[in-house]
């Protein structure tokens, strides 16, 4: 029987599996990771991460000392970036002394080089990137209702639907996949469900790839925090976003998207791998 030490952590109620893996020695296969993140057979999780040095991955060019955020799907698939994962991910290398910066925090992801900041009042800040509101919209459907959904990318594929009724938004069935346009998304989309309260408010709902509902996406934050300013004829500014897990900022420039909320490990502990 082989042993794994873990840490479990959230950001608003988006929670994950993560391991410290330095050397690379104990690669995670799909399955070994569909069975971590499950809920009632492992540990539980929306999402695995894996800390990795940089220099040991062979897709990443660039700053070798840095530490390289693998992530997965709770199905096992892999994924380019998640930012409420990258804030926990932080977080747990912050208070496992594995960086001792806690000013900045550079973290080497499969969408680029992204970095923290950590904050006072417990918060992380982090980049997200180059958030690109495209003009193509595509067909969403839950229960074969029709919605249009508005292209986003943040280093992982959005859809996000824009609904008028918070009512209807409340009842959306997101336990199964929605239907969507797979020659728009062929590698599949996060679905995003938002009904704006004020101009710089949001309520939103999210079906993420490869995992399901869950109680917060940060990336499909930030994916409906643009939509919804490039709806009202905007590029930049602020907008408070609610999720089931909570609520978070958002702060789009020009050139980059920026993501704050609270980022906590609740558990440290080592279980027995299956077989």
Known sequence: MEALNFAKGHGTLNDFVLVVDPDDRRPLDADTVRWLCDRRAGIGGDGLLRAVRANLVPEWTGDADLWFMDYRNADGSVAEMCGN???VFVRHLLETGLVTDPGQVPIATRAGLRTAWPQA?????????????????????????????RQVDVGNPHAVVVLDDPTELAELDLGRQPAFDAEVYPAGVNIEFIVPTGAHDLQMRVHERGVGETMSCGTGVVAAAAAHLAQLGR????????????RLQVQLTQERGY??????VVAHGSVVLPG
Do not use: F, K, N, W
């Not at 193509?136 to 209702?145: A, G, L, M």
């Open 85 to 87: 994962g990258l804030r």
């Open 121 to 149: 009042d417990g918060s992380i800040r982090i980049d997200v990137g180059r958030v690109t509101v495209g003009d193509v919209t595509s067909r969403v459907s839950v229960d074969s209702r029709a919605y249009q959904g």
């Open 235 to 246: 590029r930049t500014g602020e907008v408070q976003v609610t999720v089931p897990g909570g």
């Open 259 to 264: 993501l704050s909320g609270p980022a906590v």
